[in-house]
Protein backbone atom coordinates (compact mmCIF):
# COMPACT_ATOMS: atom_id res chain seq x y z
CA UNK A 1 0.00 0.00 0.00
CA UNK A 2 1.00 3.23 -1.12
CA UNK A 3 1.21 6.46 1.12
CA UNK A 4 -1.13 9.05 0.28
CA UNK A 5 1.51 11.38 -0.60
CA UNK A 6 3.07 8.92 -2.95
CA UNK A 7 -0.46 8.11 -4.11
CA UNK A 8 -0.93 12.31 -5.01
CA UNK A 9 2.56 12.55 -6.75
CA UNK A 10 1.66 9.38 -8.90
CA UNK A 11 -1.99 11.06 -9.42
CA UNK A 12 -0.34 14.40 -10.46
CA UNK A 13 2.57 13.24 -12.83
CA UNK A 14 -0.16 11.02 -14.71
CA UNK A 15 -2.48 14.23 -15.18
CA UNK A 16 0.29 15.95 -16.79
CA UNK A 17 1.62 12.92 -18.66
CA UNK A 18 -1.38 11.40 -19.97
CA UNK A 19 0.04 8.26 -20.14
CA UNK A 20 1.06 5.36 -17.33
CA UNK A 21 4.36 4.85 -18.72
CA UNK A 22 5.63 8.07 -19.05
CA UNK A 23 4.74 8.59 -15.47
CA UNK A 24 6.51 5.03 -14.30
CA UNK A 25 10.09 6.81 -16.36
CA UNK A 26 9.21 10.47 -14.38
CA UNK A 27 9.35 8.91 -11.05
CA UNK A 28 11.76 5.79 -11.32
CA UNK A 29 9.16 3.69 -10.48
CA UNK A 30 7.42 0.05 -11.82
CA UNK A 31 4.25 0.67 -14.34
CA UNK A 32 2.05 -1.57 -12.48
CA UNK A 33 2.68 0.80 -9.26
CA UNK A 34 1.33 3.49 -11.34
CA UNK A 35 -1.64 1.65 -11.97
CA UNK A 36 -1.79 0.88 -8.29
CA UNK A 37 -1.69 4.13 -7.17
CA UNK A 38 -4.52 5.16 -9.36
CA UNK A 39 -6.52 2.41 -8.00
CA UNK A 40 -6.05 3.42 -4.64
CA UNK A 41 -7.05 7.02 -4.68
CA UNK A 42 -9.90 5.64 -6.79
CA UNK A 43 -10.60 3.22 -4.42
CA UNK A 44 -10.32 6.24 -1.75
CA UNK A 45 -12.13 8.35 -3.36
CA UNK A 46 -15.28 6.47 -4.31
CA UNK A 47 -14.63 8.28 -7.78
CA UNK A 48 -12.94 7.40 -11.47
CA UNK A 49 -10.07 9.80 -11.93
CA UNK A 50 -8.49 9.30 -15.28
CA UNK A 51 -10.01 7.73 -17.97
CA UNK A 52 -8.80 5.54 -20.68
Request: charged share 25%.
Amino acid sequence: MLDKLDALRIFCTAAETLKFRETAVRLGIAPQLVTRGIAELEKQLGEMLLFA
